[in-house]
């Protein structure tokens, strides 16, 4: 029986996630993002159905390998899945760290402990992206090893013919109100820049960055105020309220530049994810996180997050 009082904390991190399709020209079909849905739960059922020397996806500069688990479709766009790694070529002389007696090398090197690592993909009405909660295991995967495990698997998915399109995961990160508590500590801000895509930019003069060897993303540098130690915190807070709409929201990144108590600082909203600590319940033995208590607790904060933003 699991040790009901046995517990550790968790760092999770949050995404967007949106899924591009790719699609014949003479294709007329909009874009739904109930198609996408079907596509994505059509992934993972095709993904689980293979045994897992097919499933598993090696990465060797890392002596790691990563395969899909399991997952739960939830239903409209909402899934809880596992993913595991383990990584080889790491054999030790073990020892009995209490009697302190050696117990020899158990390993082969092909042998790897697993290491879970938890995503939730949740879907709120109306939107065109889904949000991410990853887990963050330092002994796990990154989102980023997720999203190519996946993007590699949608490939396969279309050579075998079970679906006429080609999909890629691409993730974007959400930013945490510590954007806005570092700025608003701040002494003084003397750089200002937002990053937007080009054809967001209605102005003449943009028919310069028709050009091809024009990069898709135009920073905008915004003057400060005259004779003002300070940009005004209720434009630096529009600009990131406009960062975080996901339907209508132009900017991409913001980048500030300043003073605070310890000196000269730098932020950007890519680099401040939000980031949230979660104390879930783990197995007695391994001490891993508990998968069911997991997407629970990860939930629960979810449902919160919502209820404020409303």
């Known amino acids: ?61 890392s002596e790691k390998v990563v395969w899909l688990d399991s997952y739960e479709d939830l239903g409209e766009g909402n899934f809880d899945i596992i993913f595991k790694s383990a990584k080889y070529n790491h054999v030790r002389n073990e020892i009995d760290t209490k009697t302190m007696e050696e117990t020899g090398k158990r390993k082969r090197p092909q042998d790897g402990d697993e290491e879970k690592t938890h995503l939730c993909i949740r879907l709120t009405k109306g ?6 909660v990853h887990e963050s295991n330092y002994l796990g995967i990154t989102l980023n ?33 510590d954007f806005l508590s570092s700025i608003k500590k701040a002494k003084t801000t003397s750089v200002l820049k937002l990053t937007v895509c080009k054809d967001d930019i209605k102005d003449p003069f943009m028919r310069f960055a028709g050009r091809t060897d024009i990069a898709d993303d135009v920073e905008i540098l915004i003057k400060r105020p005259k004779g003002a130690k300070k940009f005004p915190e209720n434009l630096v807070q529009e600009y990131f309220r406009d960062s975080q709409d996901k339907t209508k929201g132009k900017i991409k990144k913001i980048f500030v530049k300043g003073t605070n108590e310890s ?16 104390t879930v319940e783990a197995e007695t033995i391994t001490n891993e996180v508990d998968s069911a208590d997991f997407f629970v607790k990860a939930q629960a904060f979810i449902d919160l997050m919502r209820s404020k933003s409303k």
């Open 1 to 61: 029986m699991r040790n009901q009082e046995q517990k550790k904390t968790v760092p999770i991190y949050f995404y967007y996630l949106s899924v591009s399709k790719q699609k014949d020209v003479t294709d007329n079909s909009p874009y739904s993002i109930e198609q996408i849905t079907k596509a994505v739960s059509n992934l993972l059922a095709y993904i689980v159905l293979k045994k897992l020397t097919e499933r598993k996806k090696d990465l060797t500069t």
């Open 127 to 132: 939107e065109s992206r889904f949000l991410a």
């Open 145 to 177: 090893c997720i999203l190519d495990y996946l993007n590699e698997q949608f490939e396969k998915y279309n050579e075998d013919g079970k679906d006429p399109y080609h999909y890629s995961f691409e993730s974007e990160i959400m930013p945490g109100e």
């Open 263 to 278: 000196g000269k600082f730098e932020v950007d909203t890519e680099l401040m994810k939000m980031k949230h600590f979660l």
